[in-house]
């Protein structure tokens, strides 16, 4: 869910409690938001080559796949939006893209086994039913692989800001579909993530200046046998 020339439109149904409001996309161009999540994305993930196997879920247009696919890595991504596969697949012939929700039957349609890295930029945080995602994005990552989420980053010297400000009402407004709805810290971030079985999670804070930034990324190792532990 690339935020870049795009209007909302059509809901789709991806579980019981899940719908995704899928989006329009009048170009390919990159968004504002990947020009300083990219370093952070290749921060997290720094060893892609011709032998990893990524998943992008939510790839919208396909601008972020197009860069991560410069590193040789074998790539397929994934969004409900048909317009966004469409230039997704024009601009990066070399990766596959399909319109398909993150889910635990994720694999099976995709007639795939589990990808080395699994990344979901701003997608998160449009989300109602953050489990099931979650947990599709964990089957989807074989055992010892690495996901990445990024979602807009929430603290305290942020939210007090946002007050001071007036901003706050503005922030968290939701006044038509596909605007954000979940608001996350990185405490209830590493929460989620450690609920769906992610493990040694690893946070990035991305643009502004520290505890102000604009979005965050945080990493997690998909074990059978957790051990938690953060950084």
């Known amino acids: 869910m690339q935020e870049t ?118 997608v998160i945080e449009h989300l109602y039913d953050v ?14 692989g690495i996901f990445i989420c990024s979602t807009p980053y929430h603290g305290y010297a942020k939210n007090l800001l946002l007050a001071l400000l007036d901003g706050w009402d503005r922030h968290h407004s939701s006044g038509y579909a596909g605007e954000h709805i979940q608001f996350f810290s990185r405490q209830t971030l590493s929460r989620v993530l450690q609920e769906a079985g992610f493990r040694h999670l690893r946070f990035r804070g991305a643009g502004r200046a520290p505890f102000l930034w604009k979005s965050m990324l945080m990493s997690g190792v998909a074990l059978q046998s957790p051990i938690d532990s953060t950084s």
């Open 131 to 144: 489990a099931s995602f979650l947990k599709g994005c964990f089957a989807a990552t074989r055992s010892g």
């Open 5 to 122: 020339g795009f209007q909302t439109q059509e809901n789709h149904l991806t579980s019981p409690l899940q719908t995704i409001v899928s989006s329009v996309y009048t170009n390919s161009e990159s968004g504002g938001v990947h020009s300083y999540i990219l370093d952070a994305l290749f921060e997290l993930c720094p060893r892609l080559g011709p032998e990893s196997r990524v998943l992008d879920v939510g790839c919208g247009n396909g601008s972020v796949a197009a860069e991560v696919a410069k590193t040789g890595c074998r790539l397929v991504g994934i969004d409900m939006s048909e317009s966004g596969i469409r230039f997704a697949r024009q601009i990066c012939p070399a990766a596959r893209f399909e319109v398909l929700p993150a889910n635990a039957d994720l694999l099976d349609n995709l007639g795939e086994k589990p990808f080395d890295v699994v990344y979901s930029l701003e």
